[in-house]
C-alpha cells in the first residue's frame, strides 16, 4: 500500500482506485496529463506506483482520512516491520535456556523474548542500512531513537508481542546493551534465581539434599531453620523456605528414597514398563489376595466385632479380565491360595470340559518357595513379580473395578482405602446404626460368591469366543492325575486293597473305590495312600509311599437289588463292571494257557500225582485218601530206589570220571 520506490514515498494505484480516493477514469486522465506521476507502471503481480507528492493536495487529504495518519508516519512503521526476520538460532537460544534451578523459561516468556530480539536486530538492520538510513530519519539522527520508538510502538501486537520500552531513551539503551551483550541481557533478573545463588558451591547444596532427604521428611521450613543455623557457623548466606522449595523440586527424584523409601521410589520414580493384554485367553494369569471392602460381624471370647472383613485371593486371567479362580477366607494363607488354584483348574473343566493349564502365571512373592510347585503345576511358566512392586500386577486396579462396581452399594461397604477423599466413604453414622444387621461370614463368602458370578457372567462370552479360536497346539490339558497329586487331600493313613476295592475313611464317612485298569489288582499286598478333591469325592487317586505307584479310582457304583428300583445308567454301570470282569478274566486264560505251553515240558520232571498232595479230587469211585495214600507209597519205593542206584554208581567209579 505505502512504501518508498527510488526514495521517493509511493502509494499503490490500485488501492487508490479500491479505497475511491480517485476513480479509475479521473486516474486515466491525470496520468495522460502527467498531473500525477507514475514512478512504476503496473504488470503481471506488479502494481503500479504513483509519487505521493505528486498527487493534487485534495487527494492527499482523502488518503490522510482513509489511513488515519501521514503516510510519511506510517512508512516508519512498515519500513521496520520489512526489516523483522525469523531467526533460528534466537529461537533456539530461549528454547533451550536454563535458569539456575535446572527449569526452562515458561513459554510465552520465551516467545515474547525471542519477539524483542528480533525487533532489535530488525532496528539494526534500520540503522546501518543507508538507504533506510536516509528515509526512516530523514537525515535527522539526533531524532532517529525517537521516530525508531514511535515505528515500534506502532508494530502490530498481535504479529510481535514485544516488551520493548516505549520511551526513545531507554530503548536506545536496551539496543545498545543487547548489541554489547547478546540475547542473555533480555532474560529478567527473577529467572536468575537469586535464592539459589547463596548455595552457590558443592558443600552447600550437599548440606541442603541432606536434610531434603533425611527420612524424617521434613518440611520447607524445617529445612530452612537447619540450614540456617549451619550457615551462621560457617559464615554462609542465609536461606529462605522458597530457596528449599526451589531445591526440592530441583532434586525430587534424587531425595525420594531417602524420604519415602525404596519402594516408593520404584513405584513413583523408576521407569515403568507398559505393557500390553494378552491376545488369548489362558496365556497370561495373575493372582493375588484381596481384602474385600464387605463387612460382617463375629462373635468370640464373649463378644461381637463388626470391623471384619473377608479375604478373597482371585486368580485373574489377564486376556478380559475373567475371574477364573477364587477362594474366601479370613486371612491370606497358603492354603487359601492353593484353595483358590484348585477352583481356577476345577472352572477350567467346567468351561472347556477338560481341565486346561496357563501359558504363564503370575503371583507376588509370599510364600513363594512353598507356593512354586502349586503355581507350575497350573502354569507353563511361573514368574512371580518384583518384591514389593504392586505396579507389575494389573490385579490391583481390578480390585478397584469390583470395589466400585459392586462392593458400594451394599448395606455392610466398608469404603475405599484410609488416603481416601473423607468426602467419597461411607456414612459411619449409619454403619453404626445398622451394624446389628451385618452378615455373619457365611454370609459375607456368599455375597463374594454372587459377585464372582457376575463377573463371570458379563466376561464368559467373550473369553469362550476367543477360547474357541485358538488352535489346538496353544492348549495345554492339564491331566486329573496331576492335579489331585498337588491339589488333593489325603486321609493320612495308609491301606491294603480289600476285594471291593479301595475302603477309605473320609471325613467320618467310609467310602469305596475302585479302578478299571487291570494291573491296580496286581498289588494287593500295596498300602495306598488315598488323595482326593473335596469339591469332587467321585474321582481318588490311589498312590503308594515312594509313588512310584499311581492309580485313578472311581467312587464305586451303587447297584440297586430290586429290578423295580433301576434307573437310567444302572444298565450301563453294571455292563462296564461285567465287560472289566471279563477281560480280565480272557487276560488269565490267556496268561495261564501262554505259561503252561513254555513251561509243559519242566512240568513233566516232577512227580505225576503231586496235586494229589495239595488237592482233594476224588476218582471215579469217590476215592481221595486210596489214590493219594498209594501215589505216596510208589514214590517212596522209587525214592529208595534212586538211593540204591546212586550208591551203587559212587561205587563203581569216581566222582571225578563222572564230571
Not at 539522527?141 to 501486537?157: F, G, N, Y
Not at 491370606?332 to 483358590?340: F, G, H, S
Not at 486210596?626 to 546212586?646: D, H
Request: hydrophobic share 35%; proline share 4%.
Amino acid at each position: 500500500m505505502v512504501e518508498y520506490y527510488n526514495n521517493t514515498l509511493t502509494l499503490e494505484a490500485s488501492w487508490l482506485v479500491e479505497q475511491d480516493i480517485i476513480s479509475e477514469s479521473n486516474y486515466k486522465k491525470m496520468t495522460t496529463r502527467q498531473q500525477i506521476q507514475v514512478l512504476r507502471r503496473g504488470c503481471l503481480n506488479t502494481p503500479a506506483l504513483v509519487a505521493y507528492d505528486s498527487m493534487p493536495e485534495r487527494f492527499k487529504r482523502r488518503v490522510v482520512e482513509v489511513i488515519g495518519k501521514s503516510p510519511y508516519d506510517l512508512v516508519k512503521t512498515n519500513q521496520l516491520q520489512a526489516m523483522i526476520e525469523d531467526n533460528a538460532e534466537l529461537s533456539q537460544y530461549f528454547d533451550t535456556y536454563k535458569i539456575a534451578d535446572g527449569r526452562f523459561i515458561p513459554q510465552n516468556t520465551r516467545h515474547e523474548y525471542y519477539i524483542n530480539a528480533i525487533i532489535l536486530d530488525a532496528i539494526h538492520r534500520l540503522l546501518t542500512d543507508k538507504k533506510a538510513k536516509k528515509s526512516a530519519l530523514g537525515h535527522k539522527m539526533k531524532r532517529a531513537w525517537e521516530q525508531i520508538s514511535e515505528a515500534v510502538a506502532e508494530l502490530d501486537r498481535t504479529r510481535y508481542p514485544h516488551s520493548l520500552p516505549a520511551n526513545a531513551r531507554r530503548l536506545e539503551d536496551k539496543y545498545k546493551k543487547y548489541r554489547s551483550e547478546g540475547p542473555e541481557c533480555l532474560i529478567h533478573k527473577n529467572f536468575a534465581n537469586n535464592n539459589a545463588a547463596k548455595v552457590d558451591d558443592k558443600d552447600k547444596e550437599s548440606v541442603i539434599v541432606e536434610l531434603l532427604a533425611a527420612p524424617n521428611n521434613m518440611d520447607n521450613v524445617q529445612v530452612m531453620k537447619f540450614y540456617n543455623l549451619i550457615a551462621e557457623k560457617a559464615g554462609w548466606k542465609k536461606i529462605t523456605a522458597g530457596t528449599v522449595a526451589n531445591w526440592r523440586e530441583e532434586y525430587d527424584t534424587m531425595i525420594y528414597a531417602g524420604r519415602r523409601g525404596s519402594v516408593a521410589f520404584s513405584n513413583k520414580k523408576a521407569m515403568q514398563v507398559k505393557r500390553s493384554a494378552p491376545s488369548a485367553p489362558m496365556y497370561f494369569w495373575t493372582l493375588d489376595g484381596w481384602d474385600a471392602e464387605l463387612l460382617y460381624q463375629k462373635f468370640e471370647n464373649g463378644r461381637t466385632t463388626y470391623h471384619n472383613r473377608p479375604t478373597v485371593v482371585v486368580v485373574l486371567d489377564a486376556f478380559n479380565k475373567y475371574p477364573v479362580g477364587y477362594a474366601v477366607g479370613t486371612n491370606e494363607t497358603p492354603e487359601l491360595i492353593q484353595m483358590a488354584l484348585r477352583n481356577a483348574a476345577r472352572h477350567t473343566a467346567e468351561l472347556f470340559g477338560t481341565m486346561y493349564r496357563t501359558h504363564q502365571i503370575q503371583s507376588d512373592r509370599y510364600a513363594v518357595k512353598m507356593m512354586t510347585p502349586f503355581y507350575e503345576t497350573l502354569g507353563k511358566h511361573y514368574t512371580p513379580a518384583k518384591a514389593k512392586n504392586a505396579k507389575a500386577k494389573i490385579i490391583e486396579p481390578y480390585f478397584n473395578h469390583i470395589n466400585k462396581t459392586y462392593c458400594q452399594i451394599q448395606p455392610n461397604w466398608s469404603g475405599f482405602g484410609i488416603t481416601s477423599d473423607p468426602e467419597k466413604q461411607p456414612n459411619v453414622e449409619f454403619i453404626n446404626k445398622f451394624k446389628k444387621n451385618f452378615p455373619e461370614f457365611e454370609d459375607v463368602c456368599r455375597q463374594i460368591d454372587v459377585i464372582i458370578m457376575a463377573e463371570r457372567a458379563n466376561k464368559v462370552q467373550a473369553y469362550m469366543s476367543a477360547w474357541d479360536k485358538l488352535p489346538d497346539t496353544e492348549k495345554i490339558e492339564l491331566s486329573y492325575k496331576n492335579y489331585l497329586m498337588q491339589f488333593g487331600s489325603t486321609t493320612g493313613r495308609q491301606i491294603l486293597m480289600q476285594h471291593n476295592g479301595l475302603l477309605p475313611t473320609i471325613n467320618g464317612v467310609k467310602r469305596t473305590y475302585d479302578c478299571f485298569d487291570t494291573d491296580f489288582r496286581n498289588h494287593s499286598t500295596v498300602k495306598w495312600n488315598v488323595v482326593y478333591d473335596p469339591d469332587d469325592m467321585s474321582r481318588a487317586l490311589a498312590v503308594n509311599e515312594d509313588q512310584t505307584l499311581q492309580f485313578l479310582l472311581e467312587e464305586k457304583y451303587v447297584q440297586p437289588m430290586a429290578l423295580k428300583d433301576r434307573k437310567d445308567g444302572d444298565s450301563e454301570q453294571l455292563e462296564r463292571v461285567r465287560s472289566y470282569n471279563k477281560k480280565i478274566e480272557n487276560d488269565v486264560t490267556e496268561f495261564r494257557a501262554m505259561s503252561a505251553e513254555s513251561a509243559s515240558e519242566f512240568i513233566g520232571m516232577l512227580p505225576q500225582f503231586e496235586t494229589l498232595k495239595k488237592m482233594c479230587i476224588t476218582d471215579s469211585k469217590g476215592q481221595h485218601k486210596l489214590n493219594r495214600n498209594c501215589a505216596r507209597a510208589i514214590e517212596e519205593g522209587a525214592a529208595v530206589k534212586a538211593v540204591n542206584t546212586v550208591q551203587a554208581e559212587v561205587t563203581e567209579t569216581s566222582i571225578w570220571d563222572k564230571i
